[in-house]
């Protein structure tokens, strides 16, 4: 009686297994959702490269925001092009990429930093993208000389102080964090993040190794704990006493002030955001989140079309709205919350200098006991 | 390469059986054999040299720190509530008796996304520790979750059902005889316990203790959340930050080596198993009521391990999600786009599974390569897997853009946890009587009769844990489906995984939970099943 009944269970649990695979094909053909209506009225109901009337559009994107999917929709709305989209990690795309050959089916490439452009660059996975009116909208420094990306929006490395303990000149160069009077009082993330690996590329193209590295020396020095978590954990830890500096990107410091959890929005009102410099006149380290053709782009017109409109006071407005980085474009609003951060002076250094310092900021981050 | 490998075999006697086994374990192992050959013959150049001088050793400690203590925490929260759950009587011991398999429904990574949050320094606990003592944050030590101690209780926590359930069930099976001698010989329950109870089912604990560890050793999300470098953590960034596939693949090869000795522990625990059950009274014992205080006192303890390892970490995502509001983000597509993955994958897992176990009863070469190609694949990370598809995309010019990667994918969890799946079939015919087989052929039935009359029945029964323990498995998968997964194919596991890096653990929180939500179901239904056997067997 039991095995029968066993048996009865299991049997129907395995006809459901298969029934419902068989069934999850169907949306499987159907693929994303994304199909535009014309798409469908001619037709079309498998994945295929050409489906769209207007073409289609594949983009490699290392950022996860829920306004980037609408902001694909607007402009599949705008141009009856297809987006399909592919997000992971920078590294995980590149190494897709290179995996796939000349298979990759990528069109356009989206990540942010510098550093991880500069590395699908250096791997070969780019081409020039054609000349066109942007340049003209956007400051030189965002553009790679060879146009091999181009920056979409800026995001700023600083820090967010306890203005209780620390007194605004006690932040206001990077030199500072170096100084034995913050012993104890700072709190970052691990050295293996790209932030802060470009920022360690920038202090080595303005410094020198030698002060670059004493410099990690004397932070890991002056670390209130082993670094863990991301920039958000630092904030908090700040607001929570632990330490009084943390090392943060704006945009994670301006999406606390405008979180809707009541303790993470008290958190970022106990803390105050600062941009050091590099030194007297060095600017401070501003990076981007850019974009690129890829190097066996078959959609290159579409690609160009989309670039145009990620560079338009439309695009900008959703590349930017959720994530609290800094438009590009000149005129273009900013987003809620970014009128609170500091006035900056941009610094001069390329913006490839974080790809090809990358590997000698990591070794100094290493040899410091920065983990 | 597979091909190859068995030809330079000498099969005893090729039937047609055989041949199906050797073609299910060759899909079971070919992603694996590709990735290590690649990794073999790749070299590694200045990479790997830099990685043996400076990581190696760190990764490989590291790994083995958090498997010892993962090994440790499991059996502390498995053993005991196992053997107090099956043969002693206290309060709540019926609703422990399932709910204690619950947090197998929780991703690995998904708690460690709770705990880290919940225990940070300005989390609920460290905060209100304040409030209570008035100390300030530079105080007092507080244990870190970013550490390998932090790692590996995530890890219990999420994985230690998997012991529950094997000792559970080898406690229940205990021969009354047995322990009805050694009651009557004056053994106290202590003396019990040690000298007669856990010797017999140290097999079975062994059993879901190896499927348990190595599934930490494979894991990827929680460690790299956490920031603990582990092999695993180190096969990702050798590919991703040294852009070296090869070298990854050859830290693939110790992380394999690794679960293979796990594996080898666990078969010479079964093989020496202490105490033969040769009594043919299958009962359960009769539970023994405990005393007011030592009853209150196991209840206490069982819920201690519940709220531990599922109530506070899901509690607190569920607290963050509605503090925050749900976002506006899709949630309907990747919720199906995991359920459709998870259940193709599955049915593909179960049927490869049901083929090695079958194949098994077949003769001893059906046996070893079986279980050898299904241990590989469960041993190797995920990642390692999605590199060997990604090496056949690209030599047969697939895109991974397409319905060919989905077929990848498919065929990728089927090799990752093949292994989880026979292991209930496999238990199936460790509870049915040898003698079968051999009353079948006496009887004049064929090779194929008894396969389909007396075999497959019997592995059958063993069915529904298999498929929903497959089920959950491939839903909870994250390193594979991050890097196979077609154009606009965001699963559950890969949106949560992505909100949590990118420092958003609000909108991390729906996707965890659902993730979670969703394997619930079917590990009720399994804990259900399983009690209810156990009861009926105790009756009858």
């Known amino acids: ?156 490395r600083g820090v967010a102080y306890d203005p209780e303990r620390i007194s605004p000149d006690q932040v206001d160069e990077w030199q500072d964090l170096a100084d034995p009077s913050l012993e104890g009082e700072i709190c970052v993330r691990s050295s293996t993040n790209i932030y802060n690996l470009s920022l360690m590329a920038e202090m080595i193209e303005k410094w020198g190794a030698e002060d670059a590295q004493s410099w990690a020396d004397a932070v890991v020095a002056n670390m209130a704990r082993t670094p863990q978590g991301g920039d958000t954990d630092q904030v908090e830890a700040v607001a929570a006493g632990l330490c009084s500096v943390a090392i943060t990107n704006h945009y994670y410091w301006v999406r606390m002030t405008q979180s809707g959890s009541d303790a993470t929005r008290e958190a970022a009102a106990a803390t105050k955001l600062a941009f050091p410099s590099f030194g007297e006149g060095e600017g401070i380290h501003v990076n981007i989140t850019g974009v690129a053709m890829a190097a066996n782009a078959q959609n290159n017109d579409e690609a160009m079309q989309f670039v145009d409109y990620l560079l338009s006071a439309d695009g900008q407005h959703r590349l930017v709205d959720e994530t609290k980085e800094i438009p590009v474009i000149e005129d273009v609003t900013w987003p809620q919350g970014l009128d609170a951060i500091p006035e900056f002076e941009d610094s001069d250094t390329p913006l490839d200098t974080f790809g090809e310092r990358q590997s000698q900021a990591q070794r100094i981050y290493d040899e410091a006991g920065w983990n | ?270 093989g020496r198993g202490g105490i033969q059950q040769t009594a043919t009274r299958w009962r359960t014992p009769r539970r023994q009521k405990l005393g007011p205080v030592a009853g209150w006192g196991v209840a206490i303890g069982c819920t201690l391990v519940l709220v531990l390892s599922f109530v506070i970490p899901v509690s607190r995502l569920i607290w963050v999600s509605t503090e925050t509001g749900l976002g506006q983000g899709q949630i309907v597509r990747p919720f199906l786009n995991s359920l459709t993955l998870a259940l193709a994958g599955s049915a593909f897992a179960f049927v490869l599974a049901l083929t090695i176990t079958i194949g098994a009863r077949q003769n001893r070469f059906s046996q070893f390569i079986g279980r050898f190609a299904a241990g590989a694949g469960y041993a190797a990370p995920g990642i390692v897997l999605a590199l060997g598809a990604l090496f056949i995309l690209s030599w047969t010019g697939f895109s991974v853009a397409g319905p060919a990667a989905l077929i990848f994918l498919v065929w990728i969890y089927a090799s990752r946890f093949t292994a989880a799946g026979a292991e209930p079939l496999n238990a199936a015919f460790s509870r049915a009587p040898a003698s079968l087989g051999n009353a079948a052929r006496s009887l004049g039935a064929s090779r194929f009769q008894r396969l389909v009359r007396v075999d497959l029945p019997v592995a059958m029964s063993g069915a529904s844990a298999a498929a929903i323990i497959l089920f959950v498995e491939t839903l909870k998968e994250l390193p594979a489906t991050l890097m196979l997964r077609p154009f606009n194919w965001d699963t559950l596991a890969v949106q949560a995984f992505a909100y949590a890096s990118d420092e958003r653990l609000a909108a991390a929180t729906l996707p965890s939970l659902l993730i979670t939500a969703a394997g619930l179901g079917p590990v009720v239904l399994l804990s259900l099943q399983l009690t209810r056997a156990g009861q009926s067997r105790a009756a009858g």
Request: proline share 5%; charged share 15%; net charge negative.
């Open chain 1, 1 to 156: 009686m039991k095995t029968t009944m066993k048996t009865i269970a299991s049997i129907s649990f395995t006809a459901l297994l298969v029934a419902c695979s068989d069934g999850g094909t169907a949306p499987a053909a159907l693929d994303d959702g994304t199909l535009s209506d014309a798409a469908v009225e001619s037709g079309e109901t498998t994945v295929s490269m050409e489906a769209g009337s207007n073409g289609t559009l594949n983009i490699y994107s290392a950022r996860h925001y829920d306004s980037d999917k609408l902001m694909y929709e607007a402009f599949e709305d705008q141009t009856g092009i297809r987006v399909r989209f592919r997000e992971a990690g920078a590294n995980q795309l590149l190494e897709t990429m290179r995996a796939e050959g000349e298979n990759s089916p990528a069109d356009l490439i989206i990540a942010s930093d510098a550093g991880a452009l500069w590395r699908f660059k250096d791997a070969g996975l780019t081409q020039p993208l054609p000349e066109g009116e942007f340049e003209q909208h956007i400051p030189e420094r965002l553009i790679e000389p060879g146009r091999q990306w181009v920056g979409l929006a800026r995001r700023i």
């Open chain 2, 1 to 270: 390469m597979q091909a190859i490998k068995a030809s330079s075999f000498h099969l005893p006697r090729l039937n047609p059986v055989a041949l199906i086994t050797l073609a299910a374990a060759s899909l079971i192992g070919a992603p694996v054999a590709i990735a290590i050959f690649t990794g073999v013959i790749g070299g590694g150049g200045d990479a790997w040299l830099h990685i043996v001088s400076t990581q190696l050793l760190g990764y490989t400690m590291t790994t083995l720190a958090v498997i010892g203590l993962t090994a440790a925490l499991i059996l502390l929260f498995a053993v005991p509530t196992a053997w107090f759950v099956s043969l002693n009587e206290f309060p709540g011991r019926g609703f422990f008796e399932w709910a204690l398999i619950l947090p197998l429904a929780a991703p690995g990574y998904v708690l460690a996304y709770a705990w880290a949050d919940a225990a940070d320094v300005a989390g609920p606990i460290q905060s209100a520790l304040r409030d209570v003592t008035g100390l300030s944050a530079r105080d007092y030590w507080f244990p870190s979750v970013y550490s390998i101690p932090g790692l590996s209780f995530v890890m219990a926590s999420a994985l230690f059902p998997y012991a529950y359930l094997t000792a559970r069930a080898a406690f229940s099976n205990l021969s009354l005889c047995t322990m009805e001698a050694a009651r009557s010989l004056g053994a106290s329950p202590r003396r019990l316990f040690l000298n007669v109870a856990l010797p017999a089912a140290r097999p079975a604990i062994f059993a879901g203790l190896a499927l348990a560890l190595m599934e930490t050793a494979a894991d990827y999300g929680a460690a790299s959340y956490l920031g603990v470098q582990t092999l695993s953590v180190g096969i990702f960034r050798a590919w991703h930050s040294f852009s070296e596939p090869a070298v990854a693949a050859r830290l693939a090869v110790l992380l394999i080596l690794i679960a293979f000795g796990l594996q080898f522990i666990e078969r010479m625990a079964r």
